[in-house]
């Protein structure tokens, strides 16, 4: 094998667990060389996602271990490393463990071929499964096995909260833009056989009958207060009683109640079991899913396509665009140590690589070892030829409580089931992940079949249950302590918990990987934000101005999409749509969520093609706000008068008849929607609105169009609002607005929560989501001062010709012009001077509607007025602040950054 062009690295990572992949991304991120080994041929070590023939061709081994060390030497023989230099040592590393212990793969054989009668049928070409069964053509194994490489199969299933550690790391860091997820569509409790939906909003908790009236006011008492929760105000002997016991003594939650709050909203959040968790640590955890609901989708969570696996190749992508050097089916063997204990070098697959640092897994170094723990983690990995009841192939999340029938675990079972839409399985299967805690004298197949065979007929007979194809049962060790640190005699070497916990998210690995960075680099930011392409400067001298201003950039950014793609052709989330404004607990009661709360009261919303600052062209490309839709606890507060059951669907909330069900185009004859947030922006909710069509597309999503909206379009550069239409127990979220420009048609899209759905001739309600649309007006008026103050500079040179006021972090006024690349840092600071000027003055925002169609709406900010159909504050005040943050030339105009205060663009 050819020598590395250097041998000599600041730090060497062992293993492509996530612990050492985030280690490995936040070293190479500041700068430092890095050589990462693995001797498995594939990334992740216990943290992979591999295909059926891989995970299959393991488990037959007894035991999942890790791929043995390829010979890496050239074809003249082996080498060996050199012997160890004067007064250094070889220190044996001890043996790789198994990434699985217990293994257990079964394949289920389909059902005989008895041949089909039907007058109806048509052999081979036949979709009815029932013909199908009889002919012998349903999925197997086999036929599964001919496209292994369509399956993503989790060795660690894990899930992200919308607002969780992971999806925060990934913003922040700029890591996200590697991968794609999808929101779950559904989450379950089992009950006792029963799927049981878990509500994400309070129109879902209230339209629930299995509660009882009194059930729901308990329920929504305690959500209230979890939501306002401050550790520091409880009493610290509360705070220190078991969870469960708290739920019944002081909330009066028993039974169902408290099996929902439990298990149904925190998902397996604990490594020890929900009875072993103490009051704060379960108000922690409901308070954390309360405020992940609704960023992605109904529910709190999202998945990453193709399998867990691909968080941890993301990051070691990271790591090599900044130099990281990456060696796999290469076996770390030996440490290299000097006199002074201090670790010197790694040999590995027959050559010394010397280094300042090694991070390894404990398991590594002699007499470590990370399984004293009298659990383990059970897992099951089951393909099925559908998905399980009430599932469907996008993902659907259920959860089993501890308390069930055949299942006596404290810490219950948590299962994903998804399909080809997520990327883990081919078409025609379904994939289940089954995760629970066992004891140590315990196989996985033990833990788990009996459940496994209450919901998936194992044996081909039950043709109302799934038919498993493939399974594998399979245990994990586990820490008990993730915290702790593992004491080592030698120096600069640092071991890593590097095994997945029992929890369904990432806190632990990256709580572990942070702890190792500091030490390996004191004082360093943990993973600072990577910079797009188009940021990079390259060190090449740069003769003249012209030349500078080519450096700087000609390229327009991507611009990212999200939370869902303008045309919804599938549910990708977009990470960089994330960021919001976040001024204390974004679940306090509406009003209370940013100081401007109470001021921002009649100013008004786009015409989506009017803007002069503004990017029509932007309307192609959504990047709508983090989707927040009024949730169980704190959604804007609805009229006194009404309650959920006061105003019950016309159609008592039976399916639409088929006539309803319609393209989307053929609501245009209705003429144009009457555009009510031209007239008050901040009117966030409007009953009694009758339902002109109710609409399918092909990719799956429904349109509603009404006679007059609330709602806001995407459009002049600002995204489309988000929320609710209701209409008793019928919930339709609103996920995308558009217009259309030459009917005037307004289309609210998305989907139905549940069955219940409503149809033309209804009465609905409008609920939109009162953060994102503040936060839209405070964005887009953001980018009118921006203009006023650089024409109070005197620059009308610069003449603006777009605007992008979107909350995505990449929020601009482009002008038609140019600015030196020497005068733009003194520009910078003048605009950001004008700009805490004009807010200082506090004046007001003047907004003239227009009189007739022919007329254009016009917005006065800063005394500069234009046409606009944006969304606007009342008072300059309520911006709060602006920041201009760059300056940059793009292509033959000059492009300014702006962000607001109280948002970390």
């Known amino acids: 094998m050819a020598e590395l062009p250097d041998d000599v690295f600041d730090v060497v990572v062992v293993g492509t667990d996530l612990v050492g992949a985030l280690v490995a991304a936040a070293a190479a991120r500041i700068g430092k060389r890095v050589l990462h080994l693995d001797s498995a041929n594939h990334y992740g070590g216990p943290w992979a996602s591999l295909s059926l023939g891989e995970l299959t061709e393991l488990a037959e081994q007894g035991e999942l271990k890790a791929e043995p060390m390829t010979d890496l030497a050239s074809g003249d023989g082996e080498q060996s490393a050199p012997p160890p230099g004067e007064s250094e040592t070889f220190v044996e590393l001890q043996p790789e463990q198994p990434l699985c212990h217990n293994a257990k793969a079964t394949v289920y054989q389909a059902p005989p071929a008895k041949g089909c009668y039907a007058t109806s049928c048509k052999g081979a070409q036949c979709y009815s499964s029932s013909c199908r069964r009889r002919h012998g053509l349903l999925p197997s194994f086999a036929q599964a096995c001919k496209r292994s490489r369509h399956f993503s199969l989790d060795l660690a299933s894990k899930l992200c909260l919308s607002r969780g550690d992971l999806v925060q790391l990934l913003i922040s860091s700029n890591v996200g833009r590697y991968l794609e997820f999808k929101p779950a569509t559904k989450t379950f409790l089992l009950d006792n056989g029963t799927y049981r939906q878990v509500p994400s909003s309070k129109q879902a908790l209230f339209s629930d009958k299995s509660f009882s009236l009194k059930d729901k006011a308990m329920l929504t008492k305690f959500l209230k207060f979890v939501q306002a929760y401050n550790p520091d105000d409880a009493p610290a002997e509360e705070l220190q009683q078991p969870f469960l016991s708290v739920l019944e003594s002081k909330w009066g939650l028993k039974g169902r109640l408290k099996t929902f709050v439990a298990f149904g909203m925190t998902s397996s959040a604990f490594t020890s079991g929900i009875a072993n968790v103490s009051a704060e640590e379960g108000l922690r955890a409901i308070k954390k899913y309360l405020g992940s609901l609704g960023h992605y989708g109904t529910t709190p969570y999202i998945c990453s396509m193709y399998g867990s696996g691909e968080v941890?190749?993301?990051?070691?992508?990271?790591?090599?665009?900044?130099?990281?050097?990456?060696?796999?089916?290469?076996?770390?063997?030996?440490?290299?140590?000097?006199?002074?204990?201090?670790?010197?070098?790694?040999?590995?697959?027959?050559?010394?690589?010397?280094?300042?640092?090694?991070?390894?897994?404990s398991t590594l170094v002699s007499g470590q070892s990370a399984y004293n723990s009298s659990s383990w983690v059970s897992r099951a990995v089951v393909i099925t030829d559908k998905p399980l009841a009430g599932a469907a192939e996008d993902l659907t999340i259920i959860n089993v409580p501890a308390d069930q029938e055949k299942h006596a675990h404290s810490s219950g079972t948590l299962v994903a089931c998804g399909g080809k839409t997520m990327g883990i399985a081919a078409d025609g299967y379904c994939v289940t992940s089954w995760t629970t805690l066992s004891p140590r004298d315990q196989t996985a197949d033990a833990a788990l079949e009996p459940l496994v065979s209450d919901l998936v007929s194992l044996d081909g007979s039950a043709s109302d249950k799934p038919r498993a194809v493939w399974s594998c049962f399979f245990n994990t060790a586990l820490d008990d302590d993730a915290k702790a640190t593992v004491a080592t005699e030698l120096k600069r070497v640092f071991p890593s918990r590097a095994l997945p916990d029992g929890t369904a998210g990432f806190a632990a690995a990256i709580r572990e990987a942070k702890r190792i960075f500091e030490q390996v680099a004191p004082g360093e930011e943990f993973l600072p934000s990577a910079p797009n392409p188009e940021d990079i400067v390259w060190d090449a001298p740069v003769e003249d101005e012209a030349a500078a201003e080519a450096e700087d950039g000609d390229a327009e950014p991507p611009v990212e999409t999200g939370p869902f793609n303008t045309a919804f052709d599938t549910e990708y989330v977009s990470l960089a749509a994330y960021q919001r404004a976040d001024n204390g607990d974004l679940f306090l009661p509406a009003g209370d969520a940013t100081p401007s709360a109470a001021a921002n009261d009649g100013a008004t919303v786009p015409d989506p093609a009017s803007d002069p600052v503004s990017d029509p062209a932007s309307a192609s490309a959504s990047a709508s706000a983090s989707a927040k839709i009024s949730d169980a606890v704190s959604g804007p507060a609805e009229p006194k008068t009404e309650t959920p059951f006061e105003k019950p669907c016309s159609t008592g909330g039976v399916e639409p008849p088929a006539a309803v069900t319609q393209t989307a185009s053929s609501a245009d004859h209705h003429g144009p929607t009457e555009q009510v947030y031209f007239h008050d922006t901040f009117q966030f909710t409007m009953d009694d609105v009758p339902v002109l069509s109710v609409a399918s597309q092909d990719d799956g999503r429904t349109v509603v169009t009404l006679p007059r909206t609330i709602f806001h379009p995407q459009g002049g550069g600002q995204p489309a609002d988000v929320g609710q239409i209701v209409c008793g127990n019928s919930v339709f979220v609103v996920r995308h607005v558009q217009r259309e420009r030459e009917s005037g048609v307004i289309e609210h899209i998305g989907d139905f929560e549940g069955d219940k759905r409503f149809s033309a001739g209804d009465q609905v309600a409008l609920r939109v989501d009162e953060m994102a649309r503040r936060l839209h007006a405070r964005l887009h008026s953001a980018g009118h001062l921006l203009d006023a103050a650089m024409k109070n500079l005197g620059r009308t040179d610069l003449k603006p010709s777009k605007g992008y006021h979107f909350p995505d972090g990449g929020a601009y006024v482009e002008y038609v012009g140019t600015v030196a690349a020497d005068d733009r840092e003194g520009l910078m600071q003048q605009l950001n001077d004008e700009l805490k000027r004009l807010i200082a003055a506090d004046s007001s925002v003047s907004v003239v509607n227009p009189a007739s169609a022919e007329d254009m709406r016009r917005v006065d900010i800063g005394g500069v007025g234009c046409p606009c159909g944006g969304t606007h504050v009342k008072q300059l005040s309520d911006i709060e602040g602006v920041t201009v943050t760059r300056i940059k030339k793009n292509k033959k105009n000059v492009k300014v950054s702006y962000t607001i205060a109280g948002f970390d663009a």
């Not at 900044?322 to 010197?344: I, P, S």
């Open 312 to 361: 941890v190749q993301a990051y070691c992508r990271l790591c090599a665009v900044f130099g990281g050097v990456y060696m796999l089916r290469t076996k770390a063997e030996q440490l290299v140590v000097d006199a002074d204990q201090n670790c010197v070098g790694v040999v590995a697959g027959g050559m010394r690589y010397t280094c300042s640092s090694v991070v390894l897994p």
